[in-house]
């Protein structure tokens, strides 16, 4: 199973970003989607689900700024990031839960520059 995570970047604060996590090995239409994300120093937190129904929820400080998405079609779950703070900055993991099974991609880095 890998979870391939991509989109991330340097941006500008007040800018855009779309992360992709895109599945093999599973077919993510029966698992919980998440988006974590680690800043310098800090521990992993997380920033946004979607379940298979598709209801989202969201850490309170992107809500409003950030929109979790997924294609089962596509195996893939997507974080449209607007409105970026440098407090964004960090490293963002998507993850696929189903029962007791859990998978993490590698991560993709995100720089919101000031």
């Known amino acids: 199973v890998q979870l391939q995570a991509s989109g991330g970047g340097l941006v500008q604060a007040g800018g855009s970003l779309r992360l992709s996590c895109s599945a093999t090995g599973i077919s993510i239409n029966e698992y919980t989607m998440r988006w974590h994300r680690q800043a310098p120093g800090k521990q992993r937190e997380l920033v946004a689900s979607i379940t298979k129904e598709k209801i989202q929820s969201y850490a309170g400080g992107v809500e409003g700024r950030f929109t979790i998405s997924r294609d089962n079609a596509e195996n893939s779950v997507y974080l449209q990031m607007n409105s970026l703070k440098p407090e964004d900055t960090g ?5 696929a839960q189903r029962l007791f099974y859990r998978y993490w991609g590698q991560g993709t880095q995100v720089t919101v520059s000031s």
């Open 91 to 95: 490293v963002y993991y998507c993850d």
